[in-house]
């Protein structure tokens, strides 16, 4: 069973340019969540979305939005970006929400200049 | 506000020398714990979860423990292999996961 995909495994981008990140969840998983990993804040949530609407949201500001797909891949999308938004983009996907396994993606590594 | 705290911040340990992660946690509505290993360049590998105080899961070398303020992972026996972050998460609603900063284990032989 193939696992969780994530796209483009690295990416450089500079200040005020936009991005996206493509996500391919495990077959017969409704349920994408994304999060940031950085070292100074650690793994933080971004959101979730299941059968392709947002159930859950973190703290990020509007520039961080994301989608799902009826096939439950996902998009995540930051606009106007700024030198802290350089981290790892994890995606995990489950069965559904309240799932008792997530699994992750090996992440997109974001680096903007 | 949901907080997650894991000590120690790093444990060196030489193989076969047994010992315990901690995790302890304040949330209101625990729906589960979840423990993560994380290998470097890699994203979170699924370890346990665990729902109630008194509740115990193992894997290999690994065990898991929840009370009501805190978790456990012990690990017995440990090889160089065993060396990761450890990562420990609670989850309140939906799949939104709060983690802690985690734990480096660094096992030598």
């Known amino acids: 069973k193939a696992g969780v995909t994530q796209t483009p495994r690295y990416l450089i981008k500079t200040r005020g340019q936009q991005v996206t990140l493509s996500c391919s969840p495990i077959?017969?998983?409704?349920?994408v969540s994304w999060y940031q990993q950085t070292p100074g804040q650690g793994l933080q949530f971004l959101f979730e979305y299941f059968s392709e609407t947002q159930r859950n949201k973190g703290n990020f500001p509007g520039r961080f939005s994301g989608r799902q797909f009826s096939n439950s891949r996902s998009e995540m999308n930051v606009s106007t970006l700024e030198l802290g938004d350089s981290a790892l983009y994890l995606c995990?996907?489950?069965?559904?929400?309240?799932?008792?396994?997530?699994?992750f993606g090996p992440g997109t590594r974001l680096t903007v200049l | 506000e949901d907080q997650v705290t894991q000590s120690p911040e790093a444990l060196r340990l030489q193989e076969g020398e047994s010992s315990s992660l901690n995790c302890s946690y304040t949330?209101?509505?625990?729906?589960?714990l979840f423990w993560y290993r994380q290998d470097p360049g890699k994203g979170p590998e699924f370890l346990f979860t665990?729902?109630?105080a008194g509740e115990e899961k193992e894997k290999e070398r690994l065990k898991a423990t929840l009370t009501k303020k805190e978790s456990f992972l012990h690990i017995t026996a440990p090889k160089p292999e065993d060396s990761a972050t450890y990562l420990c998460?609670?989850?309140?609603?939906?799949?939104?996961?709060?983690f802690g900063a985690g734990t480096i284990l660094r096992v030598k032989s």
């Open positions: 949330v209101s509505g625990l729906r589960g």
């Open positions: 998460a609670v989850r309140r609603e939906g799949n939104k996961l709060v």
């Open positions: 995990a996907s489950s069965l559904g929400t309240f799932s008792n396994e997530q699994f």
């Open positions: 665990l729902y109630s």
């Open positions: 077959s017969g998983h409704r349920s």
